[in-house]
């Protein structure tokens, strides 16, 4: 490498660094804190060895071009809670994005992250930084409003411009109005004309997240800005468009905070800046290997078909109108799609249907009776889809993909006639949005055929593949599943495969004691470009903690007994409760027989994560401690993430039961199958260190200041009775350790 760019490379992460300490120094009663410096450090040293740009044709070296491949630089850094991480990746980030001229992404799991980001820690960073930047929030389309859509919603489908004739919206709307009751009809009427006329008077961004209330999906749904019903800049509103709008202030910023989601779902989008020329900060780093088998996972609906009906004779109207001559194919399409379904869920129940209608497994072997909206699941051994199935998903892959091509020849067709007939452009981008409607069903069917056909290459781990039946109403609905199983192999194809530099943190990404377990799911592992850093956090643990393990005298694996136990002992340490408190429970069903078996006198103080809006009920919980009263929250895995409760708001934490994950997890059977049959340990390899990363979370909710004391409560003995528990120990903060007999 030249001499030149080495001094470059030294120059960027010395700036990068000289701007950290400058905030820090700037940033009044903030203390320096040698964890955060050092993680600082290596953020810049990573991005100022990224060399940024695409791969020349032929460059790659491992193709055997000429030109070596631009260096890709990734540092996974855990960073314990205190360090102060936010501001030790976003100072050097950011300095080095506006010395080299690029842009930095930074990509959350959590609403609440972001928000902090956006709202807090990104104004208070312009402020101090000597380089100016801006800064933007990224949000999938479907979070913004089509105005479009809601004008006609919100006149009753009569807005200005329509043509009776050509009115695909009527139908569905007096279909749709006639199944609800008149009240709510009227209700969503009513609703959407007040979006309307606040969207018209600019007292509504568009922005689904700032309504006063944000509605249901189902109600939000017929007005979302999704991709598939919009025309873009051929659209009459485009100018008026909310979506757009956003667009123009990310394309203007220097540094945009995104989510996991959007971040894999608009890969090759060009929503965000390209991953080869820009710096990505993924935080809350532990949550992409599950965001990445959600993106990828595939279902189709076997059962409720009639929207095949809906969208082809829609596609032949609205093809006739444009003259595509390709709409000849799709009666016939539409009608043998339609019938391979059928023939698809009629043999899903043949083979599997003993299965899918047996009692639903719960905890500890229990079963439980199919309830409504909750299905039951039976899963294809090996991923191998049984010979039966195999016709009827080639037919309907087959089917749905000659459909798919018509519609892209309509979708073509139409932006055609908008762009050259622009005073007919509302009624043909009303008809454009109409198809769009329904065409993500036919791509969901198409992938979801696709990958159950796929046969795995031999030495390779199968797809997931499973179906489900469930009670909708008076119907039975049966759904074909399909995913990916290894979450490492789709994010090393999709994601790092297009990224230069990158910094991936969280105060949990290390597993009993290892980076392993995370850069193998992560698709990190054994990447020569991957550099590990483990920031301790700087609490005094042994000190402001103590870990209460209480050994119950049932196995925590006989559900019944366990719960019956371990609630006695529950009961009798939150009688002893003076402020805030915190009690994660494993399942809901665990969760309400804490709550049944509360005396009168305690019920008052408890506060039931089911039975309020998360922000309602932590003001209320910070309201009680402020004034001296205990406070007790109840909650499930949700609650023991992301929740920041210092102080006296989490006095003590308790821990029910172990955090494993559930016991009827499709995709973690399928790969626990793949390991056994490769003479692996699915226990020991995938179930603990998961386990390990949430048991780390939920510890993490005790401590949060330096000032802070606190107990923690666990009521499960295999922590301490198992090999598998002196692991787990090996991956929590090293509080004071007490054992105590049930």
Not at 46 to 52: D, E, P
Not at 275 to 284: A, I
Not at 696 to 720: F, M, N, P, S
Request: proline share 6%.
């Amino acid at each position: 490498m030249p001499h030149y760019y080495c001094m470059s490379q030294q120059e960027w992460a010395a700036q990068a660094l000289q701007s950290f300490d400058a905030v820090v120094g700037a940033t009044e009663g903030f203390r320096s804190r040698a964890g955060q410096r050092r993680m600082a450090e290596q953020v810049a040293h990573t991005f100022a060895q990224a060399q940024l740009g695409k791969l020349e044709e032929g460059g790659d070296e491992a193709s055997g071009g000429d030109a070596p491949a631009p260096t890709r630089s990734i540092a996974v850094v855990q960073a314990g809670t205190g360090v102060g991480k936010s501001l030790a990746y976003s100072v050097p980030a950011i300095a080095m994005a506006v010395a080299r001229g690029t842009r930095v992404v930074i990509s959350t799991a959590t609403v609440a992250l972001q928000e902090q980001l956006v709202n807090k820690d990104l104004p208070a960073l312009a402020a101090r930084m000597e380089q100016p930047f801006k800064f933007a929030l990224a949000k999938g389309r479907g979070r913004f409003v089509c105005k479009l859509k809601l004008e006609r919603l919100a006149t009753g489908g009569t807005a200005e411009g329509d043509a009776p004739d050509d009115d695909l919206f009527a139908e569905e709307e007096a279909e749709q109005r006639a199944k609800r009751p008149r009240h709510e009809s009227e209700a969503r009427m009513k609703f959407y004309a007040s979006m309307a006329d606040a969207l018209a008077t600019a007292g509504w961004d568009g922005d689904r997240d700032t309504l006063d209330t944000p509605p249901e999906p189902e109600v939000w749904s017929p007005v979302a800005a999704e991709a598939s019903s919009c025309t873009g800049k051929h659209c009459p509103v485009f100018s008026q468009c909310t979506y757009y709008d956003r667009r123009k202030a990310l394309v203007a910023a220097q540094v945009i905070v995104a989510n996991h989601d959007l971040l894999l779902s608009s890969l090759g989008a060009r929503l965000l800046p390209e991953l080869d020329n820009c710096l990505l900060v993924l935080d809350e780093a532990h949550h992409l290997p599950a965001t990445a088998l959600q993106q990828f996972a595939c279902e189709a609906d076997l059962s409720r078909l009639t929207w095949i009906d809906k969208l082809s004779s829609r596609a032949l109207r609205v093809g006739a109108l444009v003259e595509v001559e390709e709409i000849a194919d799709i009666p016939q399409h539409a009608a043998r799609l339609r019938t391979a379904l059928t023939e698809a869920a009629r043999l899903v129940m043949d083979v599997y249907g003993e299965e899918l209608r047996a009692p639903r497994p719960g905890w500890g072997g229990r079963a439980r009776a199919q309830a409504p909206g909750v299905p039951t699941r039976a899963r294809v051994p090996g991923g191998v889809l049984p010979a039966a199935l195999v016709e009827p998903f080639s037919q309907a892959a087959h089917h749905a993909e000659g459909f798919l091509d018509a519609l892209r020849a309509i979708s073509k067709a139409l932006r055609a006639e908008i762009r050259d007939k622009p005073d007919e452009a509302r009624r043909l981008s009303t008809l454009y949005a109409q198809i769009g409607a329904l065409a993500p069903r036919l791509e969901a069917v198409h992938a979801a055929a696709q990958l159950l056909l796929q046969d795995a290459p031999e030495g390779a781990v199968p797809a997931a593949k499973w179906f489900t039946l469930e009670v909708d109403g008076d119907y039975i609905v049966v759904k074909g599943h399909a995913s990916p199983v290894l979450p490492g192999n789709t994010l090393r194809h999709q994601l790092w495969s297009a990224v230069r530099g990158a910094v991936l943190t969280s105060a949990t990404l290390t597993s009993c004691g290892q980076f392993d377990f995370f850069l193998r799911e992560a698709g990190l592992h054994g990447d020569a470009h991957v550099t590990t850093l483990e920031v301790p956090s700087p609490f005094d643990y042994a000190l402001q903690g103590t870990l209460v393990a209480t050994e119950t005298t049932a196995d925590p694996r006989e559900a019944q007994a366990f719960t019956a136990e371990m609630v006695d002992c529950l009961l009798t340490d939150l009688a002893l409760v003076e402020s805030g408190a915190l009690v994660l429970f494993t399942s809901r069903d665990q969760m309400r027989q804490a709550v049944d078996a509360l005396p009168t006198a305690m019920r008052s103080t408890v506060l039931v994560q089911t039975a309020l809006p998360r922000a309602q009920l932590l003001a209320r919980h910070r309201e009680r401690v402020a004034n001296g009263e205990p406070s007790i929250i109840f909650g499930m895995q949700s609650f023991g993430e992301g929740l920041d409760l210092p102080g006296a708001l989490c006095e003590s934490l308790f821990i029910t039961k172990l955090p494993f994950a559930p016991p009827d997890d499709p995709v973690g059977e399928a790969r626990a199958e793949w390991l056994r049959a490769a003479g692996r340990d699915p226990f020991s390899e995938l179930v603990v260190p998961a386990t390990a990363i949430r048991l780390a979370q939920w510890v993490g909710r005790a401590i949060r200041t330096e000032e802070d004391r606190a107990h923690v409560y666990c009521y499960d003995k295999r922590l301490v009775r198992t090999s598998y528990g002196q692991r787990l120990l090996k991956g929590l903060p090293p509080f004071a350790l007490e054992r105590r007999s049930a």
